[in-house]
């Protein structure tokens, strides 16, 4: 047989010949875009949204610091071009929900190679592969854990066949009034940021929650009892922003409000006090007073690096002061009715997280944490291992080679162990599993069933926490299964705005309704079934029957592994993950070649659909107790394979 370098002659022609879309141009698909020229695939189109970080420069070998606030596709382009000029790469700076990026845009392709950190995206990738019937390869690692995945229509499991859970949120009252673990905190945290210089959202609310199902007291005692002040309108019930605002985002006036008022306010609330340690205030004047030998102080951490130095109080605070007056000039030089927007990798937010966090951190009793760890947290982030994306990339590349010679059915999803396995081996294929003739996205008929109450849930709820959210789509249609051809929601703008406000039951929808869903930029059809349920249970909007359960996994008498984030182990997790939200990646502890339905591949929850048997001992999955996102998680070396 005939070899063009280590490929034979047909092969290699193919690869030459062939385009390729490669989503993501971050760790993975640094290491990618190197392998598939060195391959010598001559046709490359890459599309990543994202700019260059300086954070970036220590494992995307692409990037430089003269590249920093660049594009990532187009500098990832510009590097490859220089050890590769005859390769024709097209890059685009855009995200691949674009509606210019539709399934004739895919068809173009004979390939398609994930390397996103998001499951939005990574969604809506399967689907438009799905509908263009072209192969797909997702890939993702988390630390030192990495996985590769073949999806072809017909053929194997798509990335929804098997349900994932939502990503955790934290209940209201928690956040709000009793916190009692730093993500808590760094929740809370993120959401001051929005409502103070970002877009208020009801739902993200900082304040004292007086509606807590805890907290038995008397609101007509508050003022009585509360020793906080009300100089300058403090607890004037009026929106964060409003105030702030009001006060010309004076940082000691925000201290005081934030850390002193607010927490004696929650200590009027008797109830919540009884069996837990009751907050401190902190108060600005009191603070600037203190001395390094003060009771109150935390120590500062004189090693390590200045961001994995855990601050003193009086230094949080001056922290929160700075970073107060520099997001308010921001805001001010974009002008009247302007938004910031919070982003891990911008220092006056970071600092401004960091410190505020840690002084609630402080007043709860906690102990607090590093900036390090803070944005971890924060931000949903593992610590990228470069050589765990360079493995996966070669693995990515070793799929579709068998895919272009035409044996898709020797492809296999790969894991990258953290240690070998008890036969000393490190990745372990296993073998692809069917299409799941149940799934909401790539049965031959997509059908779901949905419990919610028509009489309370809204139009808009309908559309983007249930369609958008929850099942994927970007633009939807909604028509009711009447006879009528009722349109309750259409992706033209203004069409169907009146509606947003109006409850289901209004537009006769009841138990046993049908709706259908149209995206037709994923040229996809989903039928809803809608059954009335009046009893869902507190703060819960719909239920998707047959979905993943949310509930964590029952202790065994084996002592789990910690879950540890950047160096804390104190079992804070990130803010929008599960505390088993890991990813999906899975440690096998065999080199034996199993379907992967025999093992938990959904690391972000328990899977009924997927366990092992019992007594069964070659094989042994083991879940990661480590979180990140997509967040939106967020750093591009986080995958969400499930």
Known sequence: MALVGSLHKELAETVSSCRVLVVGAGGIGCELLKNLVLTGFSNIEVIDLDVIDVSNLNRQFLFQKKHVGKSKAQVAKESVLQFCPKANIT??????????????FFRNFMLVMNALDNRAARNHVNR?????????????????????????????????????PTQKTFPGCTIRNTPSEPIHCIVW????????????????????????PEAAWEPAETAARAGASNEDGDIKRVSTKTWAKSTGYDPVKLFNKLFNDDIKYLLTMDKLWKKRKAPVPLDWNEVQKLEE???????????????????????????????????????????????????????????????ASNLRMHIFSMNMKSRFDVKSMAGNIIPAIATTNAVIAGLIVL??????????????????????????????????????????????????TVKL???????????????????????????????????LISSEEGETQGNNSKCLSEFGIRHGSQLQADDFLQDYTLLVNVLHCEDLGKDVEFEVVGDTPEKPIEKTTEEPAKSIANGSDDGAQPSTSKAQDQDDVLIVDSDE????????????????????????????????CTDPPAAQQEDDDIIALD
């Open 91 to 104: 890059a685009y700076h855009d995200s691949v929900m674009n509606p210019d990026y539709n399934v004739e």
């Open 128 to 164: 438009m592969c799905l509908a263009a019937d072209i192969p797909l390869i997702e890939s993702g690692t988390a630390g030192y854990l990495g996985q590769v995945a073949v999806i072809k229509k017909g053929v194997t499991e798509c990335y929804e066949c098997q349900p994932k």
């Open 189 to 212: 945290a993120k959401y001051l940021y929005n409502q103070l210089f970002g877009e208020e959202d009801a739902d993200q609310e900082v304040s004292p929650d007086t509606a807590d």
């Open 293 to 355: 030998s003060s009771d109150l102080q935390v120590e500062s951490s004189t090693a390590g690096l200045k961001d994995q130095q855990v601050l003193d109080i009086k230094s949080c605070s001056q922290l929160f002061a700075r970073s107060v007056e520099t997001l308010r000039a921001q805001l001010c030089e974009k002008g009247d009715g302007a938004e910031l927007v919070w982003d891990k990798d911008d220092p006056p937010a970071m600092d401004f997280v960091t410190s």
């Open 399 to 448: 799929e579709g080679l068998k895919i272009l010679s035409g044996n898709i059915e020797q492809c296999k999803t790969i894991f990258l162990n953290k240690q070998p396995n008890p036969r000393k081996k490190l990745l372990v294929p296993c073998a692809l599993d069917p299409p799941n003739a149940n799934c909401y996205v790539c049965a031959s008929r997509p059908e779901v």
């Open 453 to 487: 109450n028509v009489h309370q849930t809204l139009v808009l709820s309908l559309q983007d926490k249930i369609l958008k959210e929850k099942f994927g789509m970007v633009a939807p249609d909604v028509q009711i299964e009447d006879g009528k051809g009722t349109i």
């Open 593 to 624: 070649e199993p379907s992967s339905s025999s093992t938990d591949v959904n690391m972000e929850g328990p899977n009924p659909k997927r366990k092992l048997e019992e007594g069964h001992e070659s094989v042994r999955a083991k879940r990661m």
